[in-house]
């Protein structure tokens, strides 16, 4: 069965610092991979997506992550955050092949920048 | 487009009673799915549909009945409320592309708390 693991479940920043954030899964095919961000009081939108090609993706607001198939990992990083980037952040994973269109969610990073 | 609509935006229920969340999109989105968030846990797929008529059970369907009557709408139905079911409920829809499910966009969640 598929899983996916996110490392950090909080994570506290000072604004301008760097930031990574941890997405492993599990599963033995070809997977999509996926970033959401949940603001406060907010539904999920989607940051960034893999489904092949150049592994490393560019998303919104300047964040980016990198799909690594041999570690079964898609990290997420900002060179830059700002004290807005405050927020929840989930990695997910489909399968392609015999793609039902199910996501598979990690538990969530609670991310806060400290002005 | 209004995208994914949920009503309502919050409910209180007592334990036994029942009730209908509803969830609507405008996108012509073959997939439409549902999911519970809870508090360190990320989001559970509770049941999916890849198309009107067609509908399959996630992780977490226990106590939880949907229908797919038409494209656009896709109402979860709690037979019987009972507190383990107090979360936010998310709906979700998604479209194919060369195959392959795209990403879901998300509604703006239902916050249930039951007593």
């Known amino acids: 069965a598929q899983s996916v693991s996110q490392h950090n479940h909080h994570v506290i920043l000072s604004e301008a610092a760097s930031l990574e954030l941890g997405c492993n899964y599990s599963y033995g095919g070809t997977v999509n991979l996926f970033w959401y961000v949940q603001y406060p009081g907010q539904h999920l939108q989607l940051l960034l997506k893999?489904?092949?090609?150049?592994?490393l993706v560019k998303g919104i607001k300047g964040f980016e992550a990198e799909f690594i198939k041999s570690k079964f990992s898609f990290n997420l990083r900002k060179p830059s955050v700002q004290w807005s980037d405050t927020a929840e952040y989930f990695c997910?994973?489909?399968?392609?092949?015999?793609?039902?269109?199910?996501?598979?969610f990690g538990q969530g990073t609670t991310l806060q920048v400290k002005p | 487009n209004a995208g994914v609509t949920q009503t309502p935006k919050f409910q209180v229920l007592k334990t036994g009673q029942s009730m209908t969340l509803q969830c609507a999109q405008d996108m012509n989105h073959e997939y439409m799915s549902w999911y519970r968030q809870d508090p360190g846990m990320g989001l559970r797929l509770i049941h999916y549909?890849?198309?009107?008529?067609?509908?399959d059970q996630g992780e977490v369907p226990n106590g939880y009945n949907v229908s797919r009557s038409t494209t656009e709408d896709f109402p979860l139905r709690l037979l019987s409320a009972a507190p383990s079911q107090t979360s936010v409920y998310f709906c979700?829809?998604?479209?194919?592309?060369?195959?392959?499910?795209?990403?879901?966009?998300f509604g703006p969640g239902t916050r249930l708390t039951v007593l």
């Open positions: 893999y489904f092949s090609g150049d592994p």
């Open positions: 549909s890849v198309g009107a008529g067609i509908t």
């Open positions: 979700a829809s998604s479209y194919l592309t060369s195959g392959t499910y795209n990403e879901q966009f």
């Open positions: 997910a994973v489909n399968a392609q092949t015999g793609n039902t269109g199910k996501l598979i």
